[in-house]
């Protein structure tokens, strides 16, 4: 039985940061530790850290408050913070919390294993926080926490600098991972039964280009007839395009999803690609942030009002029953009642399937936190209750005409609270609800089945796509009944 034991990372954070927590666990498990639930006897500890905004930080400082008393009652436990929080604070972090062994930047998930190999020997404390110097390939491999859906990088960094995000400072310049480390993944994940591939980036539609900025183009070209050598000419002109056909085309694979999406970037050739492709999922997430043009320009994010409806009238004339998606931040320094509206009339207009609605945050070390005119925390709560109202108004609206439509479901599992309810997800990444029958004993101890709708009888595991006659309809999910 192995004696090394490692506790489930403790994670905060985006899906980026989830990604990373699941390649810390692999690296753990090629060094022989096994994962424990009991934290006081886990021999190894990952805090996986956020700082995007100030109640993550908060939490998290709670939690690294708490491991001195863990590391009290085992001497020899290795305690690591690594991740965005532990890139922006550095030495300083571990000054403040002398528990903390190991403080791992953003730069070093794929140089874990190692910096861990060299701890142990010298039990030397280490801060490693440089942006410039470590690989973004991705090499060994993931526990993942899913069983048929796979986290699937495909570039770190951005290159964006809105004026709001702390991002670029603590995950760096743009870094793209070449198209064969890419799809090595892939394939090693649908050859372990993972059939649901989500390729993660903070902006995606970026991805590619620093190869052609920097003359790096063979890592593109090096694997170019997987597209097709018809596409040979779309990875020198438009690199997440031609990913994106790419991934379509590895067998066993059934559904791919992206995220981020920058609106300033999203290319025509993008949205086409997704309109003509197998597996390519009609969902799109677009961070548009605000809604007036002159907090947008105060934002730096690059694009107007108007340039954000055309690009979603363009997604519409190619993919009409797409879902949008999006994150909004009301609140930003300088927001007046009239950008506020702006914002608000956009939503109605645009139509999204829901929106992640946040109230602007100050973060030390970005532009916006020096800006005049912030915004008082009452305005702030009160115009993320009335956008919150606007947005849940337009994602029932929605929602409700898909009753009585019969949708692709792929089936995640059953319910926390009530067991016999399943879940799953549309291609469009709406949440579906159906009641799966299991069975049960009649008053004479037979063994029965109650049947609530033709089809839900049968049998159904995590990752199957199935289809459910949607019969009802929420804010945030629909109801139906199984159908085959």
Request: charged residues 25%; glycine residues 8%; hydrophobic residues 35%.
């Amino acid at each position: 039985m192995n004696d090394k034991t490692y506790y489930a990372i403790l994670n905060y954070g985006c899906q980026m940061n989830e990604s990373d927590a699941e390649h810390y666990a692999g690296q753990l498990e090629e060094l022989g530790y096994a994962r424990t639930e009991d934290l006081f006897q886990a021999d190894v500890v990952v805090v996986n850290t956020c700082c995007v905004r100030e109640s993550a930080e908060l939490r998290i400082l709670g939690k690294i408050g708490e491991l001195k008393n863990v590391k009290a009652h085992h001497p020899g436990q290795v305690i690591c913070v690594a991740g965005c929080m532990a890139q922006k604070d550095g030495a300083a972090l571990v000054k403040k919390y002398p528990q903390i062994d190991l403080l791992l930047g953003t730069s070093y998930v794929n140089s874990f294993k190692k910096i861990l190999q060299d701890y142990l020997e010298e039990r030397r404390k280490g801060v490693f926080t440089s942006l410039e110097v470590q690989s973004s390939e991705f090499e060994g491999h993931r526990v993942r926490e899913s069983g048929f859906s796979a986290w699937v990088p495909i570039m770190y960094g951005c290159n964006n600098f809105c004026t709001y995000c702390i991002v670029p400072y603590v995950r760096g310049r743009e870094r793209s991972r070449s198209i064969e480390n890419i799809l090595d993944e892939v394939r090693t994940a649908v050859a372990n039964g993972y059939k649901e591939i989500t390729l993660l980036g903070q902006n995606v539609d970026s991805y590619g280009k620093d190869f052609l900025r920097n003359h790096e183009e063979e890592k593109l070209l090096s694997v170019s007839t997987a597209a097709g050598e018809e596409d040979k000419e779309a990875w020198k002109t438009e690199p997440f395009a031609a990913l994106l056909k790419a991934v379509d085309k590895v067998p066993g694979v059934e559904r791919v999803h992206f995220m981020t999406s920058h609106p300033r970037d999203m290319s025509e050739e993008v949205i086409k690609t997704v309109a003509g492709g197998t597996h390519l999922c009609e969902h799109f997430h677009v961070a548009l942030q605000s809604g007036s043009s002159r907090i947008l320009k105060a934002m730096n994010r690059g694009y107007t009002r108007e340039r954000f409806l055309e690009l979603v009238k363009t997604i519409r004339s190619y993919i009409p029953q797409a879902s949008i998606t999006t994150d909004i931040i009301v609140g930003f320094p300088g927001e007046t009642e009239e950008d506020f509206a702006e914002t608000c009339s956009l939503v109605e207009e645009v139509g999204f399937d829901s929106a992640f609605t946040f109230i602007y945050s100050k973060r030390s070390g970005t532009p916006a936190a020096r800006m005049k005119e912030q915004v008082p925390d009452d305005v702030k709560h009160a115009r993320l209750e009335k956008l919150m109202e606007v947005q849940n108004a337009r994602s029932l609206c929605i929602n409700r005409k898909l009753v009585g439509q019969t949708v692709e479901v792929m089936a995640e599992g059953p319910t926390e609270k009530h067991p016999e309810t399943w879940s799953g997800r549309t291609r469009g990444n709406k949440l579906v609800l159906w009641l799966q029958n299991t069975p049960a004993e009649d008053a004479d101890g037979n063994e029965r089945t109650v049947n609530t709708a033709e089809g839900s009888n049968l049998p159904v595991c995590p990752g199957q796509l199935v289809h459910v006659k949607v019969e009802s309809a929420q804010t945030w999910l629909v109801k139906g009944s199984r159908v085959d």
